[in-house]
């Protein structure tokens, strides 16, 4: 059995009196142990200190009230609130998992858009996953510095980005680069600016399966736009794009139907355009929701590109339930204020956390259960709660972003914590538009 001890409050006056209020909580409702012989376990190594036990508590009827051990920060006093907290050895589980859930590191390429964190991208290539979606020139620029060796910017270039491609291609000559199209303008305009530059670049055709953001139908329309591709001076085709961000359906079953669909019309344009003569070299397919789906298909040509995964959030955490991913980037906040007696306002605004999720649902406090969101601006939160007398100004909690991708973006660094500690900080470096290019 494995005990964890939980000081709820060990102020200085107390230590100075040189007594010790503590509470243990375990794992188990049936496990009972009397205080004084737990007492009698701790006293050597604290022989200064008078230690008064409470009543033993079962955690798994505090399920929401306390944080998981793993989260345990010895030393905050180094972290500016409100911070990004990346806890390594979840996130290390959480990018193996991935590789585990793909098959094959080969078929991996997980979007950097959730982290845009350098340190990442080399834990993902050490573990053979060289393969790469982004959707910007930055995060492009971030993944190589990674050691990245295949670049998919999923994202449809129209202005300056036709420059930056070429300059991106000259640049990097020895990436396999690759982008986006679904209209004939931008693929003309691609086509002339990477013929006179002397290079090529891979373009692969954006299809829209249902949520009508960007790309094609996959009919007649979208093997005219392909063929064109192929026929584009400058311009290699480089396959099928299926981005399914529509099908978040909590019930796997459910999701699973619906993205089978979407699949069925991207492999039946797959099969006419090979068909035709045209090489269908890749699909990069799904999101994170769709990514256990994909990635049961077999067939070689699939790419699966996950991305929320690496961190999770609360969003997906609901919406997915069966992904079996944990947490990895929380953010730590103090009390700055207690302006009524059941409210708690922390330094949480919303410059630091992700604001598209509805205002009361921002974060999740895994240590306040009745926690209600009643306002936030650009550098506070108020937190309404039943247990507000508890928290005084300084206090410090973890909360959980709904939307961990912008929430990143906010975030010059991320505090890391390796076995409780904090060893380093890591530069979110694409969260700018641009790097060099």
């Given amino acids: 059995m494995k005990f964890y001890a939980f000081y709820d409050f060990v102020p200085s006056e107390l230590a100075r009196r040189g007594r010790i209020d503590f509470k243990v909580y375990t794992n188990s409702p049936e496990f009972h142990l009397d205080p004084g012989a737990i007492v ?7 022989r200064r200190y008078t230690i008064r036990a409470s009543t033993i508590e079962s955690t798994r009827t505090k399920a929401d009230r306390h944080m998981d051990a793993r989260y345990n920060i010895e030393d905050t006093s180094e972290i500016i609130s409100p911070g990004l907290v990346v806890f390594r050895e979840i996130l290390e589980e959480n990018v193996a998992k991935m590789v585990r859930i793909a098959g094959d590191p080969s078929r991996l390429r997980p979007h950097c858009k959730t982290h845009k964190m350098r340190q990442i991208i080399e834990m993902q290539v050490a573990k053979g ?6 959707a910007t020139f930055a995060e492009a620029e971030m993944v190589i510095a990674g050691g990245a060796t295949d670049v998919f910017l999923a994202y449809s270039l129209v202005g300056p ?3 930056r491609a070429v300059k991106f291609r000259q640049q990097y000559p020895q990436i396999r680069f690759s982008v986006t199209a679904d209209h004939a303008d931008p693929i003309r305009l691609l086509g002339e600016a990477m013929s006179a530059a002397g290079t090529t670049i891979e373009v692969l055709l954006d299809l829209d399966t249902g949520q009508h953001r960007t790309g094609v139908a996959a009919d007649a329309n979208a093997e005219k736009l392909y063929r064109l591709i192929a026929d584009t001076a400058g311009l290699v085709p480089g396959g099928l794009h299926l981005y399914d961000g529509q099908n978040h359906q909590t019930d796997l079953a459910e999701r699973r139907t619906a993205v089978m669909e979407c699949w069925d019309q991207t492999a ?3 099969d006419r355009l090979v068909a035709s003569g045209l090489p269908v070299p890749r699909i990069v397919a799904g999101g994170t929701g769709s990514f256990p789906v994909y990635a049961s298909i077999n067939d070689p040509a699939i790419e699966v590109s996950p ?11 609901q919406m997915f339930p069966d992904l079996d991913f944990q947490p990895a980037s929380l953010l730590l906040t103090r009390v700055i204020s207690r302006p009524t007696a059941d409210r708690v306002t922390f330094d949480l605004g919303y410059k630091a956390v992700a604001s598209d999720p509805p205002a009361d649902r921002r974060v999740a406090f895994p240590d ?15 937190v309404q709660t039943a247990d507000a007398e508890k928290y005084q100004p300084g ?3 973890l909360a959980i972003p709904r939307h961990t991708c912008p929430t990143s973006a906010l975030h010059k660094q991320a505090f890391i914590i390796t076995g409780g500690k904090l060893v380093e900080r ?4 694409a969260r700018d538009r641009w790097l060099t290019l």
Avoid: M, S
Wanted: charged share 25%; aromatic share 6%; proline share 4%.
């Fill in 161 to 163: 980005n036709i420059a």
């Fill in 268 to 270: 039946g344009l797959r």
């Fill in 426 to 429: 890591w530069d979110v470096a």
């Fill in 368 to 382: 306040i259960p009745d926690a209600q969101l009643v306002l936030q601006n650009e550098e506070h939160l108020v």
């Fill in 129 to 134: 996953v060289t393969k790469h979606k982004t």
């Fill in 307 to 317: 991305g929320t995964c690496a961190f999770h959030d609360i969003g997906y955490g």
């Fill in 395 to 397: 206090d410090e909690l």
């Fill in 40 to 46: 009698g376990r701790l006293r050597p190594a604290l």
